[in-house]
């Protein structure tokens, strides 16, 4: 047996439809957050793809054979030879390409298809699944049996060293908190007695506390959440000064769609011991994007 328990699992699976589904798991928490899955037997060498807002092509290919390079090669070829769009490759392997092997294959791919080639291998499934996203091997049972785990998913939950009491009690803090500022906002728009400027002070201030916690909580809350959470609330002020009743109705509900979807992330957290990064919003998605063109501007060539 493998001396790591992941890597033994990896190396020993027999479903390569659970290996593709983990695989774009992966990839949507890596940040290719519109990972479209295709795979299946006539996938012409493609087992998912994305396009970021640059329209730029992304193409997943995954292998669980020791030929990796034969597969990668062929995969290559039917892409190129179904005139697919691409502008980067992720080849994803069971294998463990060495660094020299490594290299070749991304100099072959460039020279040959003008394609960027990313090739990840199993220790680089082994850290994201070990370190990074360990919650998610508790998803795909047929692929890590529980009998291997080394503990149950709450147990994992309360022990994993990411989750401390700090961080515990930020989430516990900012749901409670949640729930009194919906109160507050819920009857706002049941109230007759107050004058609009009135509602919309007070909506503006409970916004704010709501902010400020998020603020002083910043190092043990998910950004994901955070920017949701406060999102949900800027500008809620102006709710309380739209004349038309359809229009009013349709932000009220935008509102408390928004807040369950608060609900959900950060119950996410306490049943896997991190964001379900599957979970998001247009408010996490507009956020990432932005932050994507940051991160571009911001590299140094």
């Not at 680089?124 to 795909?140: G, M, Q, S, T």
């Not at 002070?201 to 998020?214: K, S």
């Not at 369950?260 to 998001?280: D, F, H, P």
Request: hydrophobic share 40%; glycine share 4%; proline share 3%.
């Amino acid at each position: 047996m493998a001396a790591n328990l992941t890597i033994y699992c990896l190396e020993k699976l027999t479903d390569y439809s659970e290996f593709e589904r983990l695989c774009h798991d992966l990839m949507f928490l890596e940040g290719y957050s519109s990972v479209e899955p295709l795979g299946g037997f006539k996938d012409k060498g493609r087992d998912a793809i994305h396009v970021n807002k640059s329209q730029e092509v992304t193409i997943f290919a995954y292998s669980v054979r020791d030929d990796w390079k034969y597969k990668l090669a062929t995969d290559a070829a039917k892409i190129a030879g179904h005139s697919h769009t691409c502008h980067e490759l992720v080849f994803i392997t069971t294998s463990q390409p060495t660094a020299g092997e490594r290299d070749k294959a991304i100099a072959d791919i460039c020279n040959q298809y003008s394609w960027k080639l990313k090739i990840y291998g199993i220790e680089w499934l082994r850290l994201l699944l070990d370190v990074k996203h360990p919650a998610i091997k508790f998803e795909y049972p047929q692929i890590f049996p529980p009998a291997l785990l080394p503990i149950s998913n709450e147990d994992k939950f309360k022990n994993n060293h990411k989750l401390s009491n700090h961080r515990l009690e930020s989430y516990e803090t900012l749901f409670y908190k949640i729930k009194l500022a919906v109160g507050v906002i819920e009857e706002l728009l049941e109230l007759e007695n107050f004058s609009i400027k009135e509602k919309q002070r007070i909506a503006y201030f409970v916004g704010l506390e709501v902010a400020m916690l998020t603020d002083e909580h910043s190092f043990y809350l998910d950004e994901a959440i955070t920017v949701h959470v406060v999102g949900s609330f800027v500008g809620l002020e102006d709710i309380f000064k739209i004349d038309d009743s359809e229009v009013h109705q349709s932000e009220i509900e935008i509102f408390r769609k928004n807040i369950r979807n608060a609900y959900r992330m950060i119950e996410s957290v306490r049943n896997r011991g991190e964001l379900n990064q599957l979970i998001t919003s247009p408010l996490v998605e507009h956020y990432r994007y932005l932050k994507e063109e940051q991160d571009v501007k911001d590299q140094v060539y």
